[in-house]
């Protein structure tokens, strides 16, 4: 494909348009291609490390805040969402202003909100927060994307989209381990402070790095109600599945909310067909394969940013171990996924990505089933073999979609394509947050009262029992100050039992996600857009 591309170099608004292939060699360090993508890497890093650094914070948060069960998992949902639902309309933004803008201000922004949690003395305040960081993560993460498109030339794009893919991989597994050692040594809020430096690190490399490109045929409007339709249905989806376990799957508002994200869904994508410039073009989904990636990316989410909730929980509250100790643990989940990136883009890169996102999905299925069976007294051996599968099986996945989403889109919505490839594993983030959530909840909600009076404990009236049932949810035991040794040791007996029924359920839960996602993977193949800018900078 050729496209016609404005670019403006000198910030004063003038723009000429050049074909890719005519286009001035970068001069010095500044837009050249491997200096750009190590500059929209630290960017990229600090956004994905805070997807996952914060879940092994979130014991910490919780005691420290006196969370209640639903607010911390607002903590991590509030972020996703708002990723989610602003990523395709900061696509576009980064698409009719430049990348290169959108980045900066993305990286600002972020940077402060990181700094305004640390300061939090409210877990309202910290969700609010969240959100901005979300809201401004959405700027950062597709125009990182579209400013690797416009740079690198067709033959070095994938694998430019490959490094960029393992950073995220390695970054989003990372995230516990240096959570565990800033929440041990440091505090909690300090999770959140280090975003400070790194955000002006970027910040600077962006601003002596970075040259803008833009394609002369991007959009010239924006679908202000597309923007609001999509973000109404996204809200009401989630929402309805994170209050279901307090409302009740059976209870009205429950299923008042999931009408009106149907609703809302509906009357988004009519009238993406009749406005002049929408906000997804649906013309992209007839590309099967493009479809493919974004349905693999939810599914991929789901699984494994739904799973990591609760493992995070299991490790520190059901096996007692500190947070470095539980960051630790999920060493071979990180290991693997640094490892396996770039093993993953060789092997998409000879074979085309179908068998090793299959393979990769696969792997990530048998890795959940393994996790449905760990107990309270598993060993740190059984645990490391399916965080290790888990963290090969992610891997390709990783790196193979951003890949497919890309490269099947022209290059004039590279903003809208890096937009919805991460609007998709936000959402199914978010998605396995809440779903995996509902499943677990239901599930200790049942088991809870059988297993109390199973154990001879003294009865409980219904609001002792939904205090404790939400506190199992997180696998502390509710043992009350002054209990006997050994009644507390049934309650724990009990607690933790309850929490690992609940675990092993989302977990096999997490695991059918996964296998489906295998049948969508069979349906990807290799980029045929992914013409990139040739001849910017000498590769």
Known sequence: MTSQTTIDTTGSGDKVPTAPSERPPASGLRGHPWFTLITVAVGVMMVALDGTIVAIANPAIQKDLGATFAQVQWITNGYFLALAVSLITAGKLGDRFGHRQTFLIGVVGFAAASGAIGLSDSIGLVVTFRVFQGLFGALLMPAALGLL????????????????????????????????VLVQ???WQSVFF???PVG???????VVMLVDHRAENAPRSFDLLGIGLLSGAMFCLVWALIKAPSWGWGDGKTWAFIAASVLGFALFAFWETKVKEPLIPLGLFRSVPLSAGVVLMVLMAIAFMGGLFF??????NVHGMDP???????????????????????AITKLGPRIPLAGGMAATAIAMYGMSTLKADTGSGIMAVWFALLGLGLAPVMVGATEVIVGNA?????????????????????????????????????DLPGNWAGAGLPKLTSAQLAQASEAVQVGVAPVAKGTPAEIAAKITGVAHDTFISGMSL????AAGVAAVAILVALLTKRGENADGGAGVGHI
């Open 410 to 446: 022209p290059m004039e919505l590279s903003g809208v394509a890096g937009g919805l490839q991460q609007a998709a594993m936000q959402i199914g983030g978010s998605l396995g947050t809440a779903v995996l959530g509902a499943v677990m909840a239901s599930k200790v909600d049942g």
């Open 311 to 316: 493992v995070t929980f299991y490790l520190q």
């Open 149 to 180: 498109r416009a740079t690198f030339p067709a033959e070095k794009l994938n694998m430019a989209i490959g490094i960029w893919g393992m950073v995220i991989g390695a970054s989003t597994a990372g995230g516990p381990i240096l959570g565990g």
């Open 200 to 206: 002006l690190i970027a910040l600077v490399l962006g």
């Open 506 to 509: 989302a977990s096999l839960v």
């Open 185 to 187: 040594h440091v505090s």
């Open 324 to 346: 470095v100790d539980a960051g630790l643990h999920l060493l071979p989940l990180t290991g693997m996924m640094i490892v396996g990136s770039p093993l993953a883009g060789v």
């Open 194 to 196: 280090i975003n400070v």
